[in-house]
């Protein structure tokens, strides 16, 4: 059975594999923490957002009413996933 | 007057070869590609043999971005269209958009995916279910994802109808390029996830046998049932003016087509449907059932259904039912609903081109009158009659001529 990862944090590189997985974007740890690249500029498409926020929420606690959509990058998600926005 | 509809790009994906000229070679030799039953493991179900494509990888032929968002059949489906568009040497981006466009046909549409996220639903919720199976699992899916990938933005369609659509689709873009430039049609399935097999069951129709080489017998005193395949093909459907002016190849003219309606599970009525079928398709093309050089059968495999189809012949071409060539290349890498019409009119294409009539594996002891193809055998094959029927009670004939035979038409 699948259980959630809520207290984990949340590192780059495990963002981008995940981004990766549910969207066949190839994204890099790197790509995250030096670019301020929106989801639609790396090519996630808003299907694509929804299903990385979806896992995000099942497994790294992310609250439902967190509103993220392809203007933002990648990076802002990481920072509102630590709690550091 | 209007300009004939000619093939002009072979797209195949089928578990004898990927390519034309593989699956081809295959086809020639005789080279049946049914196996044991693998995509899960363990296999509960009554069924043990599939035709299943080997050594495809999406990753080869797909942007992953499509991949995760797709289904197995939209895979073959994307893949095949790519292998048209080589093999017709056509660049989309040359066409203008609005005049190319799009027709698949599908029986199980995503079925693998919508298993997938089923059995997330069940296991863990629904929030476990992702996005993408809102667009995978959809009948339309391989031909809006061909559509968007290629930028055609020309008449778009989906026709579900089983084996009896992967002609209709032909037909359908044999009107379309009468306005238009270029039409890809075709069809592709995917119907060998657990889920999708035993949906399928529910036809009563599939051969429970273990051993490959007998499993698939239509037309001899063993038939009991087809053997189900994955696969399909893809074809670039030119005006043959269009396709002169660019200086393409044309593969074969799409001449006629007629389809008839004879109703759900009673294939031994079918005759009359299938006559009546080839009768419009023929007419629509301007022949006699004497033109009639090679009939590809639809071969069920079920006795009462290959009974009607005998009949259907007999009704048609009279006394020369037994000495016209008939031939079910199909017992060779089962029958994959949709994509089976579709690669049986690829086959008949390269028939004509290549002057042989491809076998029917397996097939030793025919008893009925008619003169089914064991071996390759030479000929001139100008004109052919390619038959299908959906499990649903469509009837669908289609007449493909050889280029040459149809030069000066516009």
């Not at chain 2, 093909?233 to 087509?257: K, N, T």
Request: proline fraction near 7%; aromatic fraction near 6%.
């Amino acid at each position: 059975m699948h259980t959630p990862e809520t207290n984990l944090p949340l590192s780059s590189i495990t963002l981008a594999s995940l981004i990766s997985r549910c969207t066949g974007v190839a994204v890099t740890g790197d790509q995250i923490d030096d670019a301020g690249q929106s989801f639609a500029e790396l090519g996630v498409d808003s299907l694509g957002l929804l299903g990385v926020m979806a896992q995000l929420q099942r497994d790294y606690g992310l609250p439902e009413t967190v509103d993220v959509n392809t203007d933002h990058s990648p990076r802002d998600l990481l920072l509102l996933l630590d709690g550091r926005a | 007057m209007n300009s004939t509809p000619v093939i002009t790009g072979l797209g195949v994906v089928a578990p004898n070869g990927i390519g034309a000229d593989e699956f081809w070679r295959a086809l020639r030799d005789g080279r049946p590609a049914l196996g044991p039953l693998t995509r899960f493991e363990p296999n509960p179900y009554p069924v043990k043999v599939a035709g299943q494509v080997v050594g495809f990888d999406s990753s080869d032929w797909i942007d992953p971005r499509v991949v995760v968002q797709t289904d197995r059949f939209t895979h073959f489906g994307l893949a095949a269209a790519e292998l048209a568009l080589r093999d017709a040497d056509l660049d989309p981006a040359v066409v203008p958009p609005l005049e190319f466009g799009v027709v698949t046909a599908s029986f199980s549409a995503g079925v693998e995916f919508g298993q997938q996220e089923i059995q997330q639903l069940w296991r863990h919720g629904p929030e476990h279910v992702g996005p993408y199976q809102s667009i995978a699992w959809f009948y339309a899916a391989t031909t809006g994802q061909i559509s968007i990938g290629n930028g055609l933005r020309g008449p778009c369609g989906v026709l579900v109808a089983d084996e009896a659509g992967g002609l209709d689709v032909l037909a359908s873009a044999r009107d379309d390029v009468r306005r238009g430039a270029a039409m890809l049609a075709g069809g592709t399935e995917a119907p060998l996830s657990p889920y999708a097999v035993c949906a399928q069951l529910g036809f009563e129709l599939l051969s429970p046998a273990a051993d490959p080489t007998a499993a698939y017998l239509p037309f001899t005193s063993r038939a009991g049932g087809f053997i189900p395949g994955e696969g399909g093909a893809m074809l670039v459907v030119e005006s043959a003016r269009a396709a002169r002016r660019r200086g393409a190849r044309a593969r074969a003219a799409i001449a006629g087509h007629g389809a008839t309606f004879t109703g759900p599970r009673c294939f031994d009525q079918s005759a009359e449907g299938l006559e009546r079928a080839a009768r419009l398709a023929l007419s629509d093309a301007g022949v006699e059932p004497s033109d009639v050089d090679v009939v590809f059968l639809d071969a069920l495999g079920d006795p009462e259904a290959d009974r009607a189809e005998e009949r259907a012949l007999r009704w048609l071409l009279g006394d020369r039912a037994n000495r016209i060539p008939v031939t079910a290349p199909k017992t060779g890498y089962g029958r994959c609903y949709a994509g089976a019409a579709a690669l049986d009119v690829a086959t008949a294409a390269l028939a004509i081109e290549h002057g042989i009539v491809p076998p029917t594996p397996n097939i030793r002891d025919c008893p009925f009158d008619l003169d089914l193809v064991a071996q390759a055998r030479p000929a001139d094959i100008n004109t052919v009659l390619v038959l299908a029927r959906g499990l649903h009670g469509g009837n669908s004939a289609l007449v493909l001529r050889s280029p040459a035979s149809t030069q000066g038409d516009d």
